[in-house]
């Protein structure tokens, strides 16, 4: 029987940025996961940017985001030789009425991130009639080679167990519990993603599903300068290829891509571009979303046993590695989580 002191469930971007910290603190720690090509972290666009376009502020708490998100994606990819954060300005698309706002958070707290302001946007493959704001630093984080990668590392060095975990194979004991039948472990850590909605112990806490859909589309000529953002994003993958996404369902909750998710896509797409395009390929994933849009970390209050780190949500690459620190100090300090994440707040 293996045996451990933290057994982390799921290796997605909030397992594999868990698993990173628990590492570089020496921590003795497993993983269990089974494969699905359908989890977020294999679908997600990965984008990040340090402004809410909804406001024009500056990202909540950016400052302390984006050093951990640098430090943290620049050790993960020297440890498993992959590279995985792709640093690009984003193109943000606007209509020529909204450019009194842009100037205003140009001169805001927000106008760091804002490099410049274009009253008519000229790049090739964007129609016409736009203004546009650049926005730096900005870029995205190829989430699946990110999980494949680490899950690569963790294999080869005995720290996953490839099988899925059966909730009523957890055996409670008075020094731990006993996972699956073959793994005692002191305390677990899920970090499952959206499986978390049925959790018999987490399930309650704020969780909701929603399902996103994106496409893959290749576009010769297109300028690969910039994320561009209008209704969608369109972000450069290279050799003529984009990604584009994301669609919001909150009432198909399945693993299956739509061609009504499709066609809402290209109707967004069209808006922007002047450029023929082929669609490569179409996908679909489930996301876990929380009630307040926080991530959920902690211990339950009633199974001190079991913690929980999961609803990094639709910015989880740009929160993730911060709240991994957070969640490593709790598990190994006791360092107390912010009010804002703790899981008590739905309990």
């Given at each position: 029987m293996k045996t451990t002191k933290y057994l982390i469930i799921g290796?997605?971007?909030?397992?594999?940025?868990?698993?990173?910290?628990?590492?570089?603190?020496?921590?003795?720690?497993?993983?269990?996961?089974?494969?699905?090509?359908?989890?977020?972290?294999?679908?997600?666009?990965?984008?990040?940017?340090?402004?809410?376009?909804?406001?024009?502020?500056?990202?909540?708490?950016?400052?302390?985001?984006?050093?951990?998100?640098?430090?943290?994606?620049?050790?993960?990819?020297?440890?498993?030789?992959?590279?995985?954060?792709?640093?690009?300005?984003?193109?943000?698309?606007?209509?020529?009425?909204?450019?009194?706002?842009?100037?205003?958070?140009?001169?805001?707290?927000?106008?760091?991130?804002?490099?410049?302001?274009?009253s008519q946007v000229d790049i090739s493959g964007v129609k016409p009639g736009f203004c546009g704001a650049v926005i730096e630093p900005s870029g995205w984080v190829d989430t699946k080679l990110l999980t494949a990668g680490m899950g690569e590392w963790f294999l080869k060095n005995n720290l996953l167990i490839q099988e899925k975990l059966d909730y009523n194979r957890i055996e409670f004991k008075k020094d731990g519990m006993i996972v699956n039948g073959r793994i005692k472990a002191e305390k677990i850590i899920f970090c499952e993603g959206a499986g978390a909605f049925h959790n018999p112990w987490f399930g309650n806490a704020g969780f909701s599903l929603n399902k996103g859909?994106?496409?893959?589309?290749?576009?010769?000529?297109?300028?690969?300068?910039?994320?561009?953002?209008?209704?969608?994003?369109?972000?450069?993958?290279?050799?003529?290829?984009?990604?584009?996404?994301?669609?919001?369902?909150?009432?198909?909750?399945?693993?299956y891509p739509t061609e009504a998710g499709k066609q809402q896509l290209l109707q967004k797409l069209d808006a922007i571009l002047s450029l023929p395009f082929k669609v490569v390929s179409h996908h679909a994933g489930i996301r876990p979303s929380i009630k307040d849009r926080k991530p959920v970390m902690g211990a339950h209050p009633h199974f001190p046993q079991l913690f929980i780190f999961n609803g990094l949500g639709s910015k989880g690459v740009l929160y993730g590695p911060y709240r991994a620190i957070e969640m490593a100090d709790f598990l190994l300090h006791g360092k107390a989580l912010p009010a804002m994440v703790d899981v008590n707040r739905y309990f």
């Open positions: 290796q997605g971007l909030a397992g594999a940025l868990l698993g990173a910290k628990l590492l570089e603190r020496e921590a003795e720690f497993l993983i269990m996961d089974a494969f699905s090509p359908h989890a977020a972290s294999q679908v997600a666009g990965g984008a990040f940017i340090p402004i809410v376009f909804r406001t024009l502020k500056k990202a909540e708490m950016i400052d302390e985001y984006l050093p951990a998100l640098f430090n943290t994606y620049d050790s993960l990819e020297k440890l498993t030789g992959k590279k995985f954060l792709h640093m690009i300005p984003s193109l943000k698309l606007f209509n020529r009425d909204d450019i009194h706002k842009w100037q205003a958070a140009k001169k805001s707290t927000a106008g760091e991130f804002i490099k410049d302001l274009h859909e994106i496409l893959e589309i290749e576009v010769p000529g297109l300028n690969d300068d910039y994320i561009i953002r209008g209704d969608v994003f369109v972000m450069p993958l290279g050799n003529n290829r984009f990604r584009v996404g994301a669609t919001y369902d909150q009432n198909n909750i399945d693993h």
